[in-house]
């Protein structure tokens, strides 16, 4: 009788729990493995900017799956524990306490990593990031002394964590580079709607700046200089300028890697017994004609279950439409698609502007590219089908787009 085959997943993280969980949701009978470097059981993300950062949602409520879920499934979850070496020719992962397991089926789900910013003084106590729900409880105790925060990157998790140290009271101020804030998220015109939304609330922005300094005293951080020169003053630094994908241990083992570990849409890698997802991958998606690195908590979620069901060799055609949400201060906001700059042509809205209650759609030649909802509901999946639409040759009226009587999904 033939050995029942055994699939690792190296990523404890929600892609890689929900592949676990599709896996055996699938009927797969064999071993699984997860294994992760936290000593954390898998957890999402999104609240470590914004509800737990805030202190409004509890602990618990984070993680993928109760604790003992894993065994009550089978899932073999080695937390703690560092994947070091992949050994293709006998198809074997080697961990750094000396540990190996071998595979039939790989997946990687290792994410990404923070990145540094490499100036004197970036060890300073006080100056923080945050990726980790240790970081998270970290900065949101340094939000609760109510000091003087600054803040390197106009980003996502930059701004989010803005308007979180805005409600506990801290004086906040901002640094970017780039002439506005999301400036590569969203383009000039909804970046400086975010920026005026955290003008209104007290944050300060210096863009066009970035941080070339930190300074302290015994050690401890006291100010941040610019890159034009100026000294802020500062209690609490956050380095929020992008992630970078771990796929070190993927180039490592001979994999195709280009910003991230490339696979195709049904999510194998040039090995085809070994699989990604989640931030590490960068994945060609069939609905955008390209390859894409979606850093999105909505790809996370996806990607783990689609990468389950390509292990086992089911028909995977992984084309969703890259989706994010935020809230900040009582905007709250959901996108779909990638409005990036130079991706498109034309912006409508429909909705009051000026009163952050409204629908933006991005086009590029006639198509809905992306949209995004603002203090709007229900209406999200009503973009996607457009932007579906647009893929498929659909140019919509923009007068019948803008107007507000019109239900989307009848445009």
């Avoid at 000593?39 to 805030?54: D, F, N, V």
């Avoid at 970078?244 to 195709?264: R, T, W």
């Avoid at 209406?379 to 989307?408: S, T």
Wanted: with cysteine.
């Amino acid at each position: 009788m033939p050995a029942e085959p055994s699939y690792v997943i190296v990523g404890a993280s929600l892609a890689g729990a929900k592949a676990a969980q599709t896996l055996r949701e699938e009927g797969f009978g064999g071993s699984v493995l997860l294994a992760g470097e936290e000593l954390e059981r898998p957890y999402e993300r999104p609240p470590l900017s914004k509800g737990y950062l805030l202190g409004r949602d509890d602990r618990s409520s984070i993680f993928v799956h109760d604790e003992g879920w894993y065994a009550e499934h089978d899932v073999d979850l080695r937390l703690g524990v560092t994947a070091a070496r992949i050994d293709r020719s006998v198809r074997r992962v080697e961990f750094a306490d000396g540990s190996q397991v071998g595979y039939d089926k790989l997946l990687i789900t290792t994410g990404a990593s923070p990145r540094r910013l490499n100036v004197p003084g970036g060890d300073l106590d006080g100056v923080l990031y945050l990726r980790t729900v240790q970081d998270c409880e970290r900065l949101a105790a340094a939000f609760r002394g109510g000091g003087t925060v600054v803040i390197a990157g106009a980003g996502w998790i930059g701004l989010e964590a803005a308007a979180a140290a805005r409600e506990a009271g801290c004086e906040v101020t901002v640094a970017e580079p780039a002439p506005g804030a999301l400036h590569q998220a969203l383009g000039p015109e909804l970046g400086g709607m975010f920026a005026d939304l955290h003008r209104e609330h007290g944050v300060t922005f210096r863009f066009g700046e970035g941080v070339t300094e930190f300074r302290g005293d015994g050690g401890r951080l006291t100010g941040v200089i610019t890159s034009a020169g100026t000294e802020l003053p500062a209690d609490v630094a956050l380095v929020a300028i992008g992630v970078a994908p771990n796929a070190g241990l993927a180039e490592a083992a001979g994999l195709e890697v280009s910003n991230g570990i490339l696979v195709d849409a049904a999510l194998r890698s040039s090995d085809p017994d070994i699989h990604a997802t989640g931030d590490v991958a960068r994945a060609f998606n069939p609905l955008l004609g390209r390859r894409v690195r979606v850093e999105h908590w909505g790809n996370a979620l996806v990607g783990g279950p689609a990468a389950a069901r390509s292990m086992l060799g089911e028909d995977v055609r992984h084309d969703p439409v890259p989706y994010f949400y935020s809230d900040q201060y009582d905007l709250g906001m959901e996108a779909a698609g990638l409005p990036e700059p130079g991706r498109y042509d034309q912006i409508v809205y429909r909705g009051d502007v000026d009163g952050r209650e409204f629908i933006a759609l991005w086009l590029a030649h006639g198509a809905v590219v992306a949209g995004m909802n603002v203090n709007v509901w229900d209406v999200n999946d009503d973009i996607q089908a457009l932007i579906r639409a647009g893929a498929a040759g659909a140019r919509p009226d923009p007068v019948r787009l803008a107007d507000p009587d019109i239900p989307l999904r009848e445009v």
